[in-house]
């Protein structure tokens, strides 16, 4: 089976940095992502990460060791619409096309 | 950007009643899933399509649930007879097919239709 960890809830304040952390067991790992999502909304895709390192974009970046089963995604410059949930989710190399096993989402509140 | 477009937003049945959510993929992905979520809980895994058939399903998605791509355009679940423990936010997905692009890698998300069972 699949066992994907991160916090529940997190709480920061504007224009300070968060990182969230994800821990993932899982067999035959081919990629972690992590995606936003607002209360009621869809979850929309922030980033991937199939090889050991950081892979920045813009206010976030993630990072991945595959050895340790670990992954963080970063935010900088926190604003107040970056309040949320992040969802870590991987991909498994048996899986066809793109199915992904999320963890529970860590929720962010960014307070002013 | 293109997007997933899914029909109803929200759906209310009685309890042993049947549903069909609607879903209309990005138009060039070959791949498309379901996922569900429970309120506060996790998203999970329904099932994914891919060349006219089921290539995957979760174990969530028993005889009571079925798909199906009528035309050139849409993806359709159905659950032919509702329970209470069905009422979740249900999310279609879709992404393009294999290919080296991290685009590929990409699951488009739909809003969802919030399907509550009475």
């Known amino acids: 089976g699949q066992n994907i960890d991160q916090p529940t809830e997190m709480t920061a304040t504007e224009g300070a940095i968060v990182q969230i952390n994800c821990t993932y067991q899982t067999s035959g790992f081919n990629g972690l992502f992590w995606y936003q999502q607002h209360a009621g909304e869809a979850p929309t895709f922030l980033s991937y990460?199939?090889?050991?390192g950081l892979e920045e974009k813009g206010r976030f970046s993630s990072f991945l060791s595959r050895s340790k089963g670990y992954s963080y995604l970063l935010l900088k410059e926190l604003q107040m619409k970056d309040s949320a949930s992040y969802l870590c989710?991987?991909?498994?190399?048996?899986?066809?096309?793109?199915?992904?096993?999320f963890g529970g989402g860590t929720r962010v509140l960014v307070k002013p | 950007e293109p997007e997933v477009t899914q029909t109803p937003s929200h759906q209310v049945t009685q309890m042993g009643q049947e549903v069909i959510l609607r879903c209309v993929p990005i138009?060039?992905?070959?791949?498309f899933y379901w996922y569900r979520q429970i309120l506060g809980q996790k998203v999970e895994f329904l099932v994914s399509f891919y060349n006219n058939e089921i290539s995957e399903k979760s174990e969530i998605f028993d005889d009571q649930f079925s798909v199906e791509r009528p035309d050139g355009s849409n993806f359709t679940l159905k659950i032919r007879s509702t329970k209470l423990e069905d009422s979740a936010m249900y999310f279609c997905?879709?992404?393009?097919?294999?290919?080296?692009?991290?685009?590929?890698?990409?699951?488009?998300f739909g809003s969802g239709t919030q399907l509550s069972v009475l």
């Open positions: 990460n199939v090889l050991d």
């Open positions: 989710a991987v991909k498994q190399i048996k899986a066809a096309g793109n199915k992904l096993t």
């Open positions: 138009s060039n992905h070959l791949y």
């Open positions: 997905a879709s992404s393009e097919g294999p290919g080296r692009s991290l685009t590929y890698e990409k699951l488009f």
